[in-house]
């Protein structure tokens, strides 16, 4: 805090008048069920980006990056070519300014400082969109609430990135509060926060697998899911109930497989509620091993390394471990009761480096 406070002095000889800062997520279970109106169960980690804001004073917008050290100024907020980190920020400027046809356009210095790691299905982007609203929120005090707030960074994500993204990320890392799992309905954006019973540990190990063609990937399953909801004929896919769900009702296997993954997360989603209320973390374990099969064999949305480190985790005495986000690599997520995590982790090592472990 101290140092970026010198620093951004440094670069844009301004003092900082408004920051603001969000953070990462895991998510515990519920993958893809946020787009199709349905229940996810999110926490946050303890990475954050954190924005600092202050006015320029010659008539343009800046923005520096502590992660990439760089500075970019520009008078637009047109979207690069080419997919740059600075779009994120352009896209909450043109979003925020939309939305406050009173304010005139005033010309700031953005400073970002972030330990989140970046594409690896944690919602680094979610994370930098929210912290970067909070900023401007507070800068023109427009007093946005904090739902406000992320559904504004949604409407970046999807409107201006093009990620067709559902509003999970944004409404824990807007609202959530560390130590608690956040149980959030996707379609009213009705909330509760759920205690972490103390003697039980969510792990994280990082697949290493970068991005790349993570979004296409993405959008295609969304594509098949918003297929699928037309095939019933409902609105969202999270109002079909297991028990009411059937394959006759599908002429295209893909169709219904990733269907089946969606409707069958819901209910699992609910029930993981219910075993964390009830203390019963075993259970709550049994669920995310489900939830990883259904992701791999039905969403068809893990890789072979991620796999594998869910089959060594409970092989090494977790209670349940599977792919969190998005999908197609990046993190996996691993329930350990506390009592057993020293020899959990001992077996773990013996195929994972330190620096792929990120507790929660
Ligand atoms: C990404 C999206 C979320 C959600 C997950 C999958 O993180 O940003 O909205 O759809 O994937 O559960």
Redesign the pocket.
């Known amino acids: 805090m101290e140092n970026n406070i010198k620093n951004f002095k440094n670069i844009f000889a301004e003092d900082i008048v408004s920051q603001a800062f969000a953070h990462a997520r895991v998510?515990l279970i519920?993958?893809?069920?946020?787009?199709t109106g349905g229940y996810?169960l999110p926490s946050l980690l303890p990475y954050k980006t954190s924005v600092y804001i202050s006015k320029n004073r010659n008539a343009t917008y800046a923005v520096y990056s502590e992660f990439f050290k760089k500075k970019i100024e520009f008078n637009d907020f047109m979207k690069s070519k080419t997919n740059e980190w600075v779009d994120y920020v352009k896209g909450c400027l043109f979003v925020f300014f939309d939305e406050n046809v009173k304010i005139k356009n005033a010309y700031i210095n953005i400073y970002l400082e972030s330990d989140i790691p970046m594409g690896r299905?944690i919602?680094s982007?979610?994370a930098l969109c929210v912290a970067t609203l909070k900023a401007l929120n507070k800068f023109f005090g427009t007093s946005f609430s904090d739902k406000h707030i992320a559904v504004l960074a949604?409407k970046v994500?999807r409107n201006y990135i093009g990620?067709s993204?559902?509003?999970?990320?944004?409404m824990v890392s807007s609202i959530g509060i560390h130590g608690k799992a956040f149980f959030l309905d996707c379609l009213s954006l009705k909330y509760e926060f759920l205690e972490i019973p103390l003697n039980w540990q969510f792990c994280l190990i990082d697949s290493a697998v970068q991005r790349n063609l993570r979004d296409s990937s993405?959008n295609e399953r969304?594509e098949q899911l918003k297929n699928a909801e037309k095939i019933l004929g409902v609105e969202y896919l999270g109002s079909v109930k297991l028990s009411t769900f059937n394959n006759n009702d599908f002429s295209d296997e893909v169709i219904y497989k990733r269907a089946k993954h969606v409707v069958t997360e819901n209910d699992r989603v609910l029930n993981a509620k219910k075993y964390i209320q009830n203390n019963n973390l075993s259970q709550f374990g049994e669920l995310m091993n489900l939830s990883h099969y259904s992701y791999s064999n039905d969403f068809e949305a893990s890789t072979e390394d991620v796999d594998l480190i869910t089959k060594r985790s409970v092989e090494s005495g977790a209670a349940g471990s599977r792919l969190t986000?998005?999908?197609f690599g990046g993190f996996t997520v691993s329930l350990i009761e506390k009592t057993n995590y020293g020899l959990w982790y001992k077996n773990m090592r013996k195929h994972y480096s330190e620096d792929k472990f990120f507790t929660v």
């Open positions: 998510n519920g993958e893809h069920t946020d787009y996810v299905g919602a982007s979610s949604q994500e990620v993204g559902g509003i999970m990320d944004q993405y969304h986000g998005g999908g």
